[in-house]
């Protein structure tokens, strides 16, 4: 199933063959600062692209994970996406990165805005959610501008966030 989303500042559309040796070159520890070393290897990397590729592709489809393009030209700046919590869920988990030279700049915000108004309206899914580890207080604060509430704000070494689908209605009206 192809999936194209358009933003203002970017396009967000399933992961091709040519991303592939591109994903590594976003992936790396200034702008994943909370990830072991060996989950940003370059092998690692292409090899979580190839799945994102072959998941489009699934029937159902769990994994919708998407390249993030900048809209002038095209460059990868990152992925943003949701994977089910399988067959027939109706809950599904949240992730967004951005390459370190793109950060800073509310792109996460407007992909995982233009994501979830598409997961809950057009997959209708009843909740989504993200764990995020108690360091990271930039994914907490994109967390909180995307709607979501902190489940349990103590707890670690990761904090739970969600929000069900009658919340985004009232947090993107």
């Not at 993030?68 to 994977?83: A, F, K, N, Q, T």
Request: aromatic share 6%; proline share 4%; hydrophobic share 40%.
């Amino acid at each position: 199933m192809s999936l194209i989303l358009e933003t203002r500042r970017m396009v967000l559309r399933n992961f091709i063959r040519a991303d592939v040796e591109r994903y590594p070159q976003i992936r790396d520890a200034v702008s994943h600062p909370h990830e072991p070393a060996a989950e940003l290897a370059a092998e690692r990397s292409r090899e979580l692209a190839r799945g994102y590729i072959a998941a489009a592709d699934c029937q159902p489809r769990l994994d919708y994970q998407l390249a993030m393009l900048e809209r002038v030209d095209g460059r990868l700046i990152g992925s943003c996406g949701v994977c089910l919590h399988g067959r027939g869920a109706r809950s599904a988990e949240f992730n967004c990165e951005v390459a370190a030279d793109w950060q800073r700049q509310g792109l996460a915000l407007e992909a995982g805005e233009a994501l979830l108004a598409v997961v809950f309206r057009d997959l209708g899914l009843e909740n989504v959610s993200v764990r995020i580890p108690a360091e990271n207080v930039a994914g907490q604060g994109l967390a909180d501008r995307l709607g979501m509430r902190a489940v349990d704000p103590t707890e670690t070494p990761a904090v739970l966030y969600t929000i069900g689908a009658s919340e985004w209605t009232r947090s993107s009206s």
